[in-house]
């Protein structure tokens, strides 16, 4: 009888013959003159350095960020006329005061450019420290001044729908094309009627097409035209490296709630993605199970409510326990959980991103449950997905 389990995080694993372990860390969360940041990408710590989203750090600081899809560079502008900029790959940053040697060379992940904390305090002229115990980036200005942006960060007031890249369509292998500020109508004449209609966490309504696993794609539709777009199928990607593709409108600003219609929705879309996945690497698809949706809603409940994460539940019980109490009989089984991510496209590109969680994604198992519990904000938000193969 075989056992996995993955948790969010960096990755400690120990293996027996049948019995494999993950445990990790919370996400690591920044805060600007002690004001917490609402940012979509988080910070990682790679080869012990912490790398921080260089878009969300310079805006938040109130400076013109320029986006090279050519060079994938990044240019902050600052409020004093002083500039700095950060390529993909590259230990230099450049500057209006000639080169500057980092520590770490600059990453791009979701489509973002993170760099690492020492090179954002010393363009910033400012004060990064990192808490170990809290996981905590915290960074203070000269005079505390922080960009009327991240003056208030709570999740439910507004906040502005970065741009992931330039490039605002997509493009199918069959030459069907979507794009930011299409038209409803324009939309469906071209992929047909959504099979599934969700709520976005924004308000707005997000068409889902799920009828071809390798075709995956949902798009977010607001007043009559498309606001944005989300794939991780290789149709829509072609022969990209990249695990997920983001379009978004980012003149639009939104509230975010979660309500249970929201959530209703991140559960469904976590099982197309995770499907959309499987199938862009060759799988099959996961069959959907309510039984062990069941099983994993409560326990994102638990957690949520009594305030721990992690797979083995105050009370002892494993995921195995969990499953087997709501009937299932299974001969192998697995579980991922996350908490504090966006949406359902973002913590399934962390799992992505997560040798543990991957390996469950991409495991030989025939079900799967998702189950996700919302406190009504993203980071009281807990994603548990139970993987089984019946015996």
Not at 266 to 281: A, G, H, K, W
Not at 357 to 379: C, E, M, P, T
Request: proline residues 4%.
């Amino acid at each position: 009888m075989k056992k996995y389990i993955a948790i969010l995080g960096s990755i400690i694993i120990a293996c027996t013959s049948s019995y494999s372990v993950s445990y990790g860390a919370s996400p690591i969360k920044i805060e600007i003159n002690n004001i917490p940041m609402n940012i979509e990408v988080a910070p990682e710590i790679v080869n012990g350095r912490t790398m921080v989203p260089f878009r969300s750090i310079f805006e938040g600081l109130g400076a013109k960020v320029e986006w090279n899809e050519t060079t994938r560079e990044g240019k902050g502008i600052l409020q004093n006329g002083k500039w700095v900029s950060f390529s993909n790959g590259r230990r230099f940053a450049n500057s209006n005061k000639g080169s500057i040697e980092i520590d770490s060379p600059a990453i791009i992940r979701n489509g973002r450019l993170l760099i690492p904390v020492k090179a954002a305090s010393e363009a910033l002229g400012a004060d990064i420290s990192w808490n170990q115990s809290k996981r905590l980036v915290s960074i203070v200005t000269p005079n505390n001044q922080t960009a009327p942006a991240f003056k208030s960060l709570n999740p439910r007031e507004t906040t502005q729908t970065p741009a992931l890249s330039p490039e605002k369509s997509l493009v199918s292998s069959t030459g069907k094309t979507v794009f930011i500020g299409q038209s409803k109508s324009d939309l469906i004449s071209v992929l047909g009627s959504p099979n599934r209609i969700d709520t976005s966490e924004k308000g707005y309504e997000v068409y889902i097409y799920n009828s071809d696993y390798s075709k995956y794609i949902q798009l977010g539709v607001h007043n009559g035209n498309v606001i944005e777009i989300y794939t991780n199928a290789k149709d829509w990607m072609g022969d990209s490296s990249k695990i997920g593709v983001k379009l978004s409108d980012d003149s639009k600003s939104f509230n975010r709630a979660y309500t249970q219609n929201v959530i209703n929705g991140f559960e469904r879309q976590v099982f197309d993605l995770t499907n959309s996945y499987r199938v862009s690497n060759g799988l099959k698809p996961f069959e959907y199970c309510e039984t062990a949706s069941t099983a994993s809603r409560l326990h994102s409940l638990d957690m949520a409510n009594l305030k721990y994460f992690s797979h083995t539940s105050l009370s002892g019980t494993e995921p195995w326990d969990r499953m087997a109490l709501q009937g299932i009989r299974y001969s192998s089984a697995g579980e991922n959980l996350a908490m504090g991510q966006q949406n359902a496209a973002d913590v399934v590109e962390a799992w992505i991103n997560s040798s543990g969680h991957r390996k469950n994604l991409l495991g030989d198992f025939k079900a799967l449950g998702v189950g996700i519990y919302s406190q009504g904000n993203a980071s009281g938000t807990y994603y548990t997905q139970n993987f089984y193969t019946a015996r």
